[in-house]
């Protein structure tokens, strides 16, 4: 991805005071089957921070983010946006407070990829619902940030899965909110669209991010804390900053599978052992 500066951002409704969280959670439980994923959470998340969440397949990610997302209701506790209760607030101020970028994509409609980040923009549009040569400019840089620019008036479902999930990131910016949940962002990436995203991400300023990803590697590297699930059947949850959550006990724990510390130009990374 080409290093394109960001633009200034768009003042989200209304501004909280800087130093309390963007986003809580009190006692939350997410039980959207049978089984419960989550209990009695009480995290914060404050500006200017980038959360991974991590843990094993099933054990509850995409859950969490939809529900952070106001897109699934929780089974007891509370979530709160801006120290509202996420419920109060409406679908259009929720659309200026934070984006939601799903793990899938299906698109149904044959649009370009510029009318998928331009769809982003309609929190921002005028009286008669039109967006201006404004948006239109934040779309197209959006676009170029994620190396998606030459892709702008390419249909969208003709789009290969990593070019996708860099237009729907570039949503994700030009929607211009506070708050990005990204659910495997990187999931489709090639090593250095990976690298870019990070890059990209660290580069946010006071936003805040709260991302899903099973590359504990890429966790360690663009995030500054870390939401791991270390038991999938309690289930248990611990968060904090990355390199004190990330550990080779507490990987173990989450994963099954024994993660050996190696430590490389100055950074902590884990590789799978070869057994157990
Ligand atoms: N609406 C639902 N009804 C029943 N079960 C559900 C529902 N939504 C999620 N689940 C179950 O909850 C569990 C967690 O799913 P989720 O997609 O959140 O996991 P994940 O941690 O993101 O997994 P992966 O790493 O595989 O992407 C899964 O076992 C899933 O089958």
New binding site residues.
Partial sequence: MRPTPPLPTHPPVPFAAESSPLLETHGLELR????R?LAGLDWAVHRGERWAVL????????????ALAGL?QPSAGSLLLQGRPLERWSVHELSRLRSYTP?HHHDVFGMTALDVVLAARRPYAGRFGWLSAHDRERALHALARCDAAHLAQQDVRSLSGGERQRVALAAALAQDVPLLLL??PTAHLDVPHQQAVCELLKALGDRAVVL?L?DVNLALACCTHALL?TDREAPRWIAGPIEEVLRPDTLQAAYGWTMVPVDLEGRRHYLPAASR
Avoid: F, V, Y
């Avoid at 959207?32 to 089984?35: E, I, Q």
């Avoid at 843990?55 to 983010?65: A, D, I, Q, W």
């Fill in positions: 959207p089957g049978a089984r994923l843990g094993p397949n099933g054990c509850g990610k995409s859950t969490l983010l939809r699934c793990q659910d495997e899903s099973h699930c």
